[in-house]
């Protein structure tokens, strides 16, 4: 199954061991065996001759007490997905407009799944069309504190099985159903994506088709980029080191937001890749495209328990994990205040944990577009309406604050108003739509309420837009607000809608303005500045350097691609880890070092002491 690794390769046989190696232990005897649901591929056959302990070291044979099947995997390289065109007569179109048909026409019942079983309760829940919002796509329940705590003990008991799978093995298994993904199931993802979520074509095929495969296989295409690393054995002959990784001890629960069906898919079974066994929560307003992934991952072999479904009320979730002795880590994307809640938990319960839960956190943004007197206009123009009404403003990376300097701001508000008047805005199913309603009641009436101190602030002028509509979906108009005050609320605070505020500056105060950027907002998300001036882009690029994880010259701050761009971002914007990018696998993996003695210590004096 396996193609060699060129560091570390099976011993010819006609090489000889040293004197001293104890010969190693046959891998059943000494791990047990190991079986998966049908259709998964087994772990490679052992013999005598191919012991799964025997490495090449340079130019020695050498055999050692870590299998092989820990430290090596077959190389593969990966690209990014490719996004498809949806023309009229497609064949991606018409299967899209089959799968929106199915998925429109009826409520999917969507039950907790816990070590691969069904479970329903008494608190039932419908997720709607945000559209549309008397249309209901998705059934589902939300879980009692007692089943979070089963899927927790479910996750741990799987996790033994699980995590003996050789690591290549189960690297395998994401990598077909990545293909399954961007094959097909693509036309489902993205149907129900589009329906639960608002997502227009264009705005489903970048997240429920590409980015979701993309994080599968460049974790993978990581995680095995991570094994090929092996610390220095200076003297083979007497010493052998390794590293391995481990899964984590405990349970991953991972806790996902609406608004990327591929950040949901990534939280959820990534950690499993290193072996972890998850309890995931899913948003209430994208179980449908959730429960997807699951249904994809379940049909591929993906053994029961491993990841449960779990959608539950936030705190009640929250509590039973945070409350758990065995909690591992915390994966988790969404708001700053859910975020800060999890971390205030955790360390009310430090002292029960049998060891110290990682806390993975990305969380909002208020994302800027800094224009400097020598950018192009249709640049900034067009870039900024991508960025900030794309998907309704609800991406953390969406541009809600921009500074525009005086001798440009004539041409910019114009443009910005005169593009704000052509986006049509609608049902999803419409595909010459440009952007649909925003996610639920809430988010409608915190965009309103913004927009209602727009209008009655002192500071605050409403250019455009600024209408909402709940009468069929959540509608809220693309509004552009122009600020005097970069100090006032709307310019500081995350909305997450499809409200975008401009502060115009003097000409001569745009080296003081940079540092305004970094005071304006407690978040470092993204940031993109807009100069054809080299100098100043440089002097920017370095006076800004703490104002976004993901920062942009002459582009959107949207539009993060896995592998290109790692993303993630600091100060109140989280923890930066950046997801897609080649550190992530590191947090679901506990490394392990294994020194190997083959000349063993016989005496306490060291040399110089002998007389
Ligand atoms: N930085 C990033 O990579 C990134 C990516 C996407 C979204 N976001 C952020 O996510 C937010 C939008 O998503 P949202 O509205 O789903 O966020 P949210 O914080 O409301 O919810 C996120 C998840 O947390 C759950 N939750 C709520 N309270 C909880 C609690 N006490 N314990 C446990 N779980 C709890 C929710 O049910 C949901 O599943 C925005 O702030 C956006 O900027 C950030
Ligand atoms: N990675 C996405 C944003 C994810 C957050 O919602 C982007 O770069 O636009």
């Known amino acids: 199954m396996y193609e060699k690794h060129a560091m570390l390769s099976p011993m010819a046989g006609d090489e000889p061991v040293p004197a001293n190696v104890v010969p190693p232990k046959h891998f059943a005897e000494q791990y047990g065996s190991y079986s998966l649901k049908s259709g998964h591929p087994v772990g490679p056959e052992i013999s005598v001759q191919d012991t799964p302990y025997n490495l090449r070291v340079g130019l020695r044979s050498i055999s050692s007490v870590v299998p092989k099947t820990d430290l090596e ?99 395998e298994l994401f990598l077909k159903v990545s293909d399954q993904m961007a094959n097909e199931h693509r036309a489902q993802l993205n149907a129900t994506t589009m329906l639960g979520q608002a997502k227009t074509i264009i705005q489903a095929e970048i997240d429920a088709a590409a980015e979701l495969v993309d994080f599968y296989r460049f974790n993978c295409y990581f995680g095995k980029e991570l094994l090929k690393y092996q610390p220095i054995s200076e003297s083979p002959d007497t010493t052998l080191n390794l590293m391995r990784y481990r899964s984590l001890e ?122 400097h007197p020598s950018a192009e206009v249709e640049s900034v123009v067009s870039s900024s309406i991508r960025s900030a009404f794309e998907y309704q403003g609800q991406k953390c990376s969406a541009c809600s604050r921009m500074y525009v300097p005086e001798s440009l701001w004539p041409q910019v508000k114009e443009g910005l108003l005169e593009t704000r008047k052509s986006l049509k805005m609608g049902s999803v199913t419409d595909f010459d739509s440009f952007m649909s309603a925003v996610i639920d009641r809430n988010s409608f009436d915190r965009c309103h309420s913004y927009i209602e101190h727009a209008k009655a602030g002192p500071n605050t002028t409403v250019l455009g837009g600024g209408k909402c509509d709940d009468s069929v979906g959540f509608f809220v108009e693309p509004t552009i607000v122009q600020t005097t005050s970069t100090k006032d609320k709307i310019f500081a605070e995350e909305i997450f809608g499809p409200i975008l505020t401009a502060y115009v500056y003097k000409d001569t105060d745009v080296k003081s303005m940079l540092q305004t950027v970094m005071e304006d907002t407690p978040y470092a998300l993204t940031g993109a500045v807009y100069s054809q001036d080299e100098t100043f882009a440089k002097e920017a690029t370095e006076t800004l350097k703490g104002s976004a994880g993901n920062f942009y010259m002459n582009d959107k701050s949207t539009g993060s691609v896995v592998g290109q761009q790692p993303f993630g971002g600091a100060k109140l914007s989280g923890t930066n880890d950046k997801a897609g990018g080649p550190h992530y696998m590191l947090k679901w993996a506990s490394p392990q070092s294994v020194k190997q003695t083959f000349v063993t210590l016989k005496d306490v004096e060291y040399p110089y002491m002998k007389k």
């Open 73 to 171: 995997i077959r190389d593969f390289k990966v690209e990014n997905e490719p996004l498809l065109s949806y023309l009229p007569g497609s064949k991606e179109r018409q299967e899209l407009e089959a799968a929106l048909k199915t998925h429109a026409a009826q409520t999917e019942e969507c039950p907790i799944i816990i070590g691969g079983k069904e479970y329903r309760t008494d608190d039932v829940r419908y997720q709607v069309m945000p559209h549309d919002h008397q249309k209901k796509v998705a059934k589902f329940y939300h879980a009692t504190p007692e089943l979070v705590k089963k899927a927790i003990a479910t996750s741990m008991e799987a996790k033994k099985e699980w995590e003996r799978v050789p690591i290549g093995d189960r690297m």
């Open 250 to 371: 405990g349970f991953v629960a991972s806790i996902s937001p609406f608004n990327f069906t591929a950040i949901a898919g990534n939280l959820a079974y990534t950690p499993a890749i290193m072996g972890n066994g998850v309890v995931w929560k899913p948003s209430d307003t994208a179980v449908l495209s959730n429960y997807q992934i699951l249904k994809i991952f379940r049909d591929a072999g993906f053994p029961d328990g491993v990841v449960n479904f779990v959608p539950a009320d936030g705190p009640v979730f929250g509590k039973a994990v945070t409350g758990s002795r065995d909690l591992a880590a915390i994966n988790f994307t969404g708001s700053v205040p859910t975020f800060q809640w999890l971390w205030k938990a955790v360390g009310q319960n430090l002292s029960q944990y049998t060891g110290f839960p990682k806390l993975i956190g990305e969380c909002g943004g208020k994302n800027y577009h800094f224009v």
